[in-house]
């Protein structure tokens, strides 16, 4: 990457900023993510018409290799959009998650070429994480006014709000930990310190929440940059990772153990503890899984799944619906929706990169490949549990991140 951009302007720097803060801007809620995400891409657009490198480096990822599979992916995923129980709203959300790739393709070729703001959008990554983490905490601590006036919520609040409220905030803060802690390894004095102190807040923020699947994506994030890490040593490294596997699954386990739960009802698999994946969800699996097996190959469409017969059916026991909205799980979500015709294109292309991340960082012990490893890690181990994969927030905070350590990475040496 080129050292500072020789005629850096103030919509250079804005556009900086606004990437920077698009992710801690989830404190306030997803409108505001969605609406600073949607502003930054009219800067870069508006810059890249004046220089055109932006666009020749957006353009090469589009054509490299890596990008082909991306494509691939989508054209498979899209089989299925013609059979949708809605035809419509199965191609909306298809053509935005392309877009979202698009747009943030377009903030790593503009980061890229430019040191001096892509150092401007990590610095506003960590201050304003400091203080989105420092608002949720001081509302849990029964200071809540500063958190209700950045969500534009008024009145009386129950005393729990301040827990449930940020719950998707902190598993977003999940995945910009390892962002954090690469920005920690770049930057020197206090803007390490900041930067590891709002990390640590940030995995705070998932316990204080109660968030099982943000926990389930550390801690598969723990276990793969470990490995990662010892693979990089030697055989004795790789012996202790599998001690310290052991002991972290088991430790986070507990936690998640002794967390409280959801209202308990009537499990579905013996084998399966409700206090680590709660009975409801355990339903809403079995019967996105029978859904499965009777449309196979295409699916039912994408993001409509929540509309196949019987989904909003009340399950005994519940007050709930068998399936209300999505599957909380990517697989089955994906599956689901696109068969398996879509599903497998979209399986290679994630394990792709995963696996570019992990042989970058084995070959050039690059800290920004490992941080895409943790965030890979993060995002879709935490994807098993929680949101729609179709969530637009969810999707534009992953994209974004990746972008943004894409642009930091080292050359080849």
């Not at 009386?156 to 999940?174: D, E």
Request: proline share 5%; hydrophobic share 55%.
């Amino acid at each position: 990457m080129p050292d500072d951009h020789a005629n850096s302007t103030w919509l250079r720097d804005a556009t900086a900023i606004a990437i920077g803060l698009t992710v801690p801007a989830m404190v306030s809620g997803r409108a505001v993510l969605q609406g600073l995400a949607a502003a930054a891409l009219v800067g870069v657009l508006i810059i890249a018409w004046q220089d055109r490198g932006i666009f020749a480096r957006a353009g090469g990822a589009a054509r490299s290799r890596f990008g082909i599979a991306v494509v691939v992916a989508f054209a498979a995923m899209a089989v299925s959009i013609p059979g949708s129980l809605d035809p419509l709203r199965s191609f909306e959300a298809w053509a935005r998650t392309l877009a979202y790739i698009g747009g943030c393709v377009l903030f790593w070729a503009f980061l890229a070429g430019d040191a001096r703001a892509l150092r401007q959008t990590t610095r506003t990554l960590v201050l304003f994480s400091l203080i989105g983490a420092g608002i949720v905490i001081l509302a849990q601590l029964g200071y809540p006014e500063s958190l209700k006036w950045v969500r534009d919520e008024v009145g009386h609040m129950p005393s729990t709000w301040a827990f449930h409220a940020p719950k998707a905030y902190a598993a977003l803060g999940a995945c910009a930990a390892p962002i954090l802690a690469w920005v920690a390894a770049r930057e020197t004095g206090g803007w390490r310190w900041a930067a590891l102190g709002a990390a640590l807040l940030l995995v705070s923020l998932v316990i204080t929440t109660v968030n099982k699947s943000a926990l389930g994506g550390l801690l598969t994030m723990l276990l793969v940059v470990s490995f990662a890490v010892a693979a990089r040593k030697n055989r004795k490294w790789l012996a202790a990772w599998g001690v310290w596997a052991v002991a972290t699954t088991a430790a986070v386990l507990f936690l998640v153990y002794e967390l409280p739960d959801e209202p308990s009802s009537t499990a579905v698999w013996d084998w399966m503890p409700p206090q680590l994946v709660d009975t409801h969800r355990q339903q809403i699996w079995h019967f996105t899984a029978g859904k499965i097996a009777e449309a196979p190959w295409t699916g039912y469409g994408i993001n409509v799944i929540n509309r196949v017969a019987g989904a909003g059916e009340i399950l005994p026991g519940y007050q709930a619906e068998a399936l209300p909205s999505h599957p909380h799980n990517w697989i089955l979500e994906v599956l689901g929706e696109t068969g398996l015709i879509g599903f497998i294109p979209v399986l290679f292309a994630i394990a792709w990169s995963a696996a570019r991340s992990f042989r970058r960082y084995l070959l050039w012990a690059d800290p920004a490949a490992l941080a895409q490893l943790g965030l890979t890690s993060v995002f879709w181990g935490s994807s098993l549990f929680n949101f729609s994969i179709w969530s637009s927030w969810w999707l534009i905070g992953y994209f974004l991140l990746m972008a943004m350590t894409s642009a930091g990475t080292r050359p080849r040496t």
